[in-house]
């Protein structure tokens, strides 16, 4: 009888460890959490949510949720950057930058409570017009900084 080797033997751990981080790896990093003064939590597209630090992953479709007395900023692969206000509900729909494609360049986020102060990246200022944000209040188009609040 033929004995297993070693690749046999590992073949059932390698297997499970590629059906629970396959989820991590389709998820694409966007950003940064760079600071945080309370509790800013991110659900995943997933279902999966975690508390974020500062130097925490965003990753796109990534809901990030700030608490009562929150704020939190955010830096995005472009330069980007985005402080939440307390008591914000963003969704990272879309964040597509490649420094050397800027023909696919595309940002869509969610706002659906709270607000935010941003400033510019490079894909906001060579692609103003591929930056959307959704609000209840109606759709927000293009690359400038800005401040946005729904309360």
Known sequence: MKQPTLFTRLLPALALALLVLAPLAQAQVVGTVTKVSGLMVAKSAEGRSRVLAENSPLRQGDTITTGR???????????AAMVLQPETLLVLTRYRYDAGKPELDKVELELTQGGFTSTTGTLGKRSPDATVITTPAGN???GASM???LR
Not at 69 to 79: K, P, Q, S
């Open 69 to 79: 007395n929150t704020f939190g900023r955010l830096e995005f692969v472009d330069g």
């Open 140 to 142: 927000l188009q293009g």
């Open 147 to 149: 401040e946005v609040s």
